[in-house]
T-cell receptor
Framework: QQPVQSPQAVILREGEDAVINCSSSKALYSVHWYRQKHGEAPVFLMILLKGGEQKGHDKISASFNEKKQQSSLYLTASQLSYSGTYFCGTVHAGNMLTFGGGTRLMVKP | DTEVTQTPKHLVMGMTNKKSLKCEQHMGHRAMYWYKQKAKKPPELMFVYSYEKLSINESVPSRFSPECPNSSLLNLHLHALQPEDSALYLC???????????????FGPGTRLLVL
């Protein structure tokens, strides 16, 4: 079952923050975050496993709330290079990775 | 090195043509995947190979025929495609494959296919 991402699109000025949410109606085993620039391959950002963990590198971090069956991706002090479409992928017990509809992020100077 | 390579980058074919897409990885991964991605949509899983054997076929039409000659190579043979099959075809690989224990997948740049 496809996870639901919100918002569908967001426009930021350089230096602003953004939050992208990913929610599922079923119990999650893991959440994977990818960024895809136009015409390029999806690039892996991070994976979060059940247990309510939080991860991050540089100014991009994510949280996983197992109880609420949702994950959030936090983009801090956005840079032009952050522009692209962000996909969350969710895994439920016994199932394959399924991607959400994507969130299109545009960072303007 | 987390590189997955795909050839060709672009492909235009007629509905009566036969063509093949190629994917290669040298990370020692034992699982490889084919995805189809339409514009402004997420990747959709087509096939999964684990240890060179087909593990998953997501009800893909027989005009798409996957092949895994060895652990580093994955092909997708195309025959009698329809215009609606035009899309970006992505290959990915992961260390291993087990349902519900999804390991990180690394994607190639894709082949942009146009069927006329």
């Amino acid at each position: 079952q496809q996870p639901v991402q919100s918002p569908q699109a967001v426009i930021l000025r350089e230096g602003e923050d953004a939050v992208i949410n990913c929610s599922s109606s079923k119990a999650l085993y893991s959440v994977h975050w990818y960024r895809q620039k136009h015409g390029e391959a999806p690039v892996f950002l991070m994976i979060l496993l059940k247990g309510g963990e939080q991860k991050g590198h540089d100014k991009i971090s994510a949280s996983f709330n197992e109880k609420k069956q949702q994950s959030s991706l936090y983009l801090t002090a956005s840079q032009l290079s952050y522009s692209g479409t962000y996909f969350c992928g969710t895994v439920h017990a016994g199932n394959m990775l399924t991607f959400g509809g994507g969130t299109r992020l545009m960072v303007k100077p | 090195d987390t590189e997955v390579t795909q050839t060709p980058k672009h492909l235009v074919m007629g509905m009566t043509n036969k063509k093949s897409l190629k994917c290669e990885q040298h990370m020692g991964h034992r699982a490889m995947y084919w995805y189809k991605q339409k514009a402004k949509k997420p990747p959709e899983l087509m096939f999964v190979y684990s240890y060179e054997k087909l593990s998953i076929n997501e009800s893909v039409p027989s005009r798409f025929s996957p092949e895994c000659p060895n652990s580093s190579l994955l092909n997708l043979h195309l025959h009698a495609l329809q215009p609606e099959d035009s899309a970006l075809y992505l290959c990915a690989s992961s260390q291993d494959f087990k349902r519900g224990v999804q390991e990180t997948q690394y994607f190639g740049p894709g082949t942009r296919l146009l069927v006329l």
